[in-house]
């Protein structure tokens, strides 16, 4: 099974942007994904404009009603089915607590509805450790930690390692991950300077690929689509497929 | 007094930034501020270079050990006062809880250090609603909400005015707030569409001076500097200069 937790405890570093565009290439590529979104705020949901009126038909009710994520799962023609966030998942960890029983929970949601539907998985995670994203990262067989090109992002990167590290006993395994650099723009001399000390800070977890500064990244969102329905000739829709490549090159998707 | 939380929970959209280049600011005009860091991930703690070997010296402090802040204080010369953050502040909710004891303890403390030595408060918030933001709120005069010259920042900015709105029975009062464009690239047709959406979503409360996509503001951190003594005469620098001369203005600085 193939499960991506996208996650980095730093704010605003392409997390969202990053699921969206590797779920468009997965379905291009002929293997419809899960799209989990893990998030609170519900960026992915509202991005594909599926919102759910009510916590029940939302991940919430996985954890709410023991609801089977078949029953919660959107489908979302041409880039695969979503399962959506809502706002209360807010409230998970302090209403059915941060113990095993609810940090599994999405792990064995997922099993369930692999062995009815096999499929890839992508994983959207809120920007901070807690019950949620632990959950995906319990439910993931590798971890994608998107690191947009500046210095404040470079700063939060070097948490995310001490995160995974103390998983590890927790989770009796070395979770494979990557890092990749987005928004890298190669007008400016820090891209480089960026790319250099994230090198030499995670070595060869650091994919070749870089996600760079793209305007038809940044725009498609707005269309509720991802880069390859905007514009699939875009900088932006390349990187994005190198980085699948190599991902799958490396046997993480 | 003047207090300004300075918040969005959409990550990543220089909610730090705007904190550290407005107490420079301050400092410059003779009003030597308080920069107090509320966010477990410490970014503001770290450019400075003042992470705590330990909690006890931190703003954690404050509730683990009812410490005044006037112990916690850390002098920045140049800059103002900084109270530092640590990792586990994540914590604050689990070991004390969520009601109006552990809400208000942050105001309570400001206060005590008002009347010792007064002074303007800058609070730089984590990118979730929760305790630690929830209380930065409270104990503010007025919000400043920075958001990214990007839809999904843009998409962010709705959930804010929901948030401040559910407070106002809590706060008995309407907390004024301000908004301001961060990032804006004149190069980019989006930037002028994202503004004239965002002033059709919170009107008046959008600030006039947006804070332009700036390599001195992105590159400032990095040597643990704002971005004035970096470079006084980057358009970053103008720009916050002229947010501060808009909030004072407008009485809330
Ligand atoms: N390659 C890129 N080129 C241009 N803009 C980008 C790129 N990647 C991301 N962005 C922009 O950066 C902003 C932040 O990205 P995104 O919201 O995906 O980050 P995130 O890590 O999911 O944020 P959060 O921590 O709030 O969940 C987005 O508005 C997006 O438009
Ligand atoms: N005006 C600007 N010009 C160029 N880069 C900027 C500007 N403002 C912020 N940035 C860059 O955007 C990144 C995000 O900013 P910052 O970390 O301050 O946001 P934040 O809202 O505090 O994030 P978090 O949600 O993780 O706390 C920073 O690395 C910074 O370099
Ligand atoms: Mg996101
Ligand atoms: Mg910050």
Redesign the pocket.
Known sequence: MTRLAIF?C???????????NLAAVLARSGRLPYLVDM?P?A?LTRILDKLPETPATSLFALYSASATLRTLVQAHPGLGYLLPAHGQLMKVDSLFGKGPATLNRLRHGLEALEAELPGPVLI????YVGVLSLSAVFAASAVLV?V?SDYLSLQGAKQIDHALKSLEPVLKQRLPRRYVL???DRRRRMGEDIRSRLRQEVGDDLCDTV?????A??MS?SLGQDVFSYQASSR?AQ?YQALYQELQGAGLL
């Open positions: 980095n730093k704010g605003g570093v392409g997390k969202t942007t990053t699921t969206l998030d705020q960026h959207d995670c809120c920007p998107p947009s987005t928004r890298f996600i760079s500064e793209n305007v990244v940044a969102p932006g990187d």
